[in-house]
């Protein structure tokens, strides 16, 4: 079922391509939905069959690829990828349906989602360090072509500027896989067989600093964040809601796989610099947010500050604080996907998002009164008013960092206070007061145009209200992934002496 994820996607990629015009031209987004939506029903299958209490890899799918480079085909799942693997394929099926009708090059466009889909399902079951940065290297790919070719009036420049900081992201990645296993003694990259233990504190420690840099700009972390705004303002709004909803969270996801796993010693070493660093990213996304007058640049530099608190979570591994990284990643994943949604509805009838032009667009005669409301409600739960999953999320990190790091946790909520700041400003001037002369008797929305951010809204207050039904999955891996850690990394740093003194009579 796990290699269905993978190849279902890229049979769905093919058939696309080879169908002839009259057939694709009847109902274009009708096969990619097909297939998007079947990978989707999959993923659920899988959740349904999930064991939680079990905390070692489920499904798993394993045989020998290539001998001599120590390559496995080697998929599996636990409580940490199930839920992303479900948003990736939730987001996927919005991002197609939500696509242009009329859009350019369909054939091309639809095919590049797919593999697109395909390359992030592979990244989250890979259980082999090749086969990881294979599919993570695959994903880039689509997601250039999806820019650069479908993107605003600077689509080269961001789709270029991406291309490289995706690029150095990779060799620095590979570099670091490498190291792992080659000084560790390692025969192969798989996952179970990796015995990092033998490594000195100082080798882990720049073999953790290539992962940390190599992921910081995927997720992305001060200052290796600038790729990010501009990849968002000129990408279409489906590039968007994926690239803010999924592809970020492969970087937090492999900080926690590869980087907090492998390398316990180093990352206990580094937790202190690693939680002033999610500080920094927190406070600077939001401040950098307050400054915009670009509704869609200010929800990318939301993002940069949101991903900081996963880092803050993981810098303290803590079992509280590991559950809300990944409740937090899947939080993140529906609201900014929910406001990018908002925010392309709102630029596709008004022809702007600029905050001096559109104001009043709550107004129930002539402006957008359901959008409005579903962008109130989106950004009260990425502020994290209760009831709302960004609320529980952020309160399960916080609560849990607080023992650990309390100063940092403490600057880290006064981001959110912040974050209600900036979003308070995007919606006091372009949802109330009189409406704009610019945007006068706006087109009508319809309900299939607003139905994805629907789903997405009753997903967040759904998840708000009865949290359990997420942290189910993933409570039980994420308590044993701390506990090893912590384990590993007290035998590694605590030496026993040798010759214990005799106590004195």
């Known amino acids: 079922m796990l290699s269905a994820l993978i190849f279902l996607p890229l049979l769905g990629a093919a058939l696309i391509a080879l169908l002839p015009s009259g057939v694709f031209a009847k109902s274009p987004r009708g096969i990619p939905l097909f297939f998007g939506i079947i990978s989707l029903l999959l993923t659920l299958v899988l959740a349904i069959q999930f064991n939680p209490s079990e905390v070692s890899q489920q499904f798993a799918e394993s045989f020998a690829w290539i001998d001599a480079l120590g390559l496995n085909y080697h998929l599996g799942i636990d409580g940490l990828s199930l839920p992303l693997l479900i948003l990736n394929g939730l987001l996927t099926c919005i991002a197609i349906y939500s696509s242009d009708k009329a859009i350019g090059r369909p ?3 639809y095919s590049l989602l797919l593999l697109l889909n395909a390359g992030v399902a592979g990244a989250f079951v890979a259980q082999d360090l090749l086969l990881f940065f294979l599919f993570y290297e695959i994903e880039l790919i689509p997601l250039y072509l999806l820019i650069a070719i479908w993107g605003g009036e600077r689509r080269g420049y961001a789709a270029t500027k991406f291309l490289i900081y995706t690029a150095v992201s990779g060799i620095l990645i590979l570099a670091s896989f490498l190291g792992l296993v080659w000084l560790s003694g390692g025969k192969s990259f798989a996952l179970s067989t990796l015995n990092t233990s033998s490594l000195s504190l100082e080798v882990q420690i720049v073999l953790l600093l290539g992962l940390l840099i190599g992921f910081g700009i995927k997720i992305p972390l001060v ?5 990010l ?13 994926l690239l803010a909803g999924v592809l970020l969270k492969l970087g937090t996801y492999g900080l926690l796989r590869f980087g907090m796993n492998l390398l316990p010693e180093a990352w206990s ?12 990213s927190v406070l600077f996304g939001a401040s950098c947010a307050i400054a915009q007058k670009d509704m869609k640049k200010m929800v990318a530099y939301s993002s940069i500050g949101h991903m900081g608190y996963i880092l803050l979570g993981a810098a303290a591994a803590t079992p509280l604080s590991l559950l809300g990284t990944v409740m937090q990643m899947v939080s993140h994943g529906l609201i900014s996907a929910m406001l990018f949604l908002l925010v392309g509805i709102v630029y596709k009838k008004a022809g702007s998002r600029d905050l001096d032009i559109i104001r009043g667009l709550l107004n129930p ?4 009164p359901v959008i409005g409301s579903l962008m109130v409600l989106a950004v009260m739960a990425s502020a994290g008013i209760p009831g709302l999953i960004g609320f529980i999320a952020e309160f399960i990190v916080f609560r849990g960092s607080f023992s650990t790091f309390p100063v940092q946790t403490l600057l880290c909520m006064a981001g959110t206070g912040l974050t209600a700041v900036y979003f308070l400003l995007l919606t006091n001037r372009a949802f109330f007061g009189r409406l704009s002369p610019q945007v006068i008797n706006l087109p009508r929305v319809s309900w299939a145009e607003r139905s994805p951010a629907v789903i997405l809204a009753l997903l967040i207050v759904l998840f708000g209200i009865q949290p359990s039904w997420l942290a189910r999955w993933t409570e039980p891996t994420t308590t ?9 990394a007290t035998v590694s740093l605590v030496k026993p002496k040798e010759n214990p003194p005799t106590p004195k009579p």
């Open 229 to 241: 705004p501009d990849a968002h303002v000129e990408a279409s709004t489906p590039i968007s809601v």
């Open 107 to 109: 054939r091309l466009y």
């Open 269 to 280: 070493y580094a937790a202190p610099f690693l939680a002033t660093w999610a500080v920094v």
């Open 223 to 227: 200052p290796f964040h600038t790729w």
């Open 480 to 488: 044993a992934m701390v506990s090893t850690h912590n384990a590993v």
């Open 365 to 368: 005669e002539r402006g957008m």
